[in-house]
């Protein structure tokens, strides 16, 4: 069964300061793995998506991920927050037609 | 632009009174998905459609029902609300399977 944790319920982080949320999944495979981020009261929007390759993934909105094997995660990272990423963030694992999600990071930017 | 649309963004309905929402898609894409999101929880999906192949999640009440007429609109039926079905209910679509999903931008749903 695949599944995702994301250990960090909530952070706080000043603007200007750098971001990490963690993830990390339990997959039988190699699992497709993504980043969304949702707004309040709106839909989940994709950052970055592995599948294969280079293990750095470049995202939307200067995000990127690193995906380690051995220690299965796929960390989110922002060198530089701005108030706008304030948001949830969802870590998911997928394979065929079914997406596991992590129970998300909430990210509150403090001025 | 390419997207995915739900209708209505907020839907109130009354205990056990059958309520419809709707999701489209201008991305041709194959596969549709809905999941409900409870709040401060993640998603959970509650059916899919492969084409016009119906696949249900073990877990999925009986309440809960989809249509898909044609390969741009999907609809998901809740036959009796009850005040547990309270949430927000996201569409989303991928072109096949393995890659991402797409996300519109949900409906919240309220049942009084």
């Known amino acids: 069964a695949q599944s995702v944790t994301q250990p960090d319920i909530h952070i706080t982080v000043s603007e200007g300061a750098s971001l990490e949320l963690r993830c990390n999944y339990s997959?039988?495979?190699?699992?497709?793995l993504f980043w969304y981020v949702q707004s309040p009261g709106q839909g989940l929007q994709l950052l970055l998506k592995y599948f294969s390759g280079d293990t750095l993934v470049q995202g939307i909105k200067g995000f990127e991920a690193e995906f380690k094997r051995s220690q299965s995660s796929f960390n989110l990272r922002k060198p530089s927050v701005h108030w706008s990423d304030a948001a949830e963030y969802f870590c998911?694992?997928?394979?065929?037609?079914?997406?596991?999600f992590g129970a998300g990071t909430t990210v509150t930017v403090r001025a | 632009d390419a997207m995915v649309i739900q209708n209505p963004r907020y839907q109130v309905t009354q205990f056990g009174k059958p309520v419809t929402l709707s999701c489209s898609q201008t991305?041709?894409?194959?596969?549709m998905y809905w999941y409900q999101q409870k709040s401060s929880q993640a998603p959970k999906l509650l059916f899919h459609?492969?084409?016009?192949?119906?696949?249900n999640e073990a877990d999925t009440p009986d309440n809960f029902q989809s249509r898909r007429p044609n390969t741009s609109f999907c609809f998901l039926d809740i036959r009796s609300p009850g005040l547990g079905d309270a949430a927000m209910y996201l569409c989303a679509t991928s072109r096949e399977s393995g890659v991402p999903q797409y996300f519109g931008p949900g409906t919240r749903l309220t049942v009084t």
């Open positions: 459609y492969y084409d016009k192949d119906f696949n």
């Open positions: 997959y039988g495979a190699t699992p497709y």
């Open positions: 991305l041709n894409h194959n596969v």
């Open positions: 998911a694992v997928g394979n065929d037609y079914k997406l596991s």
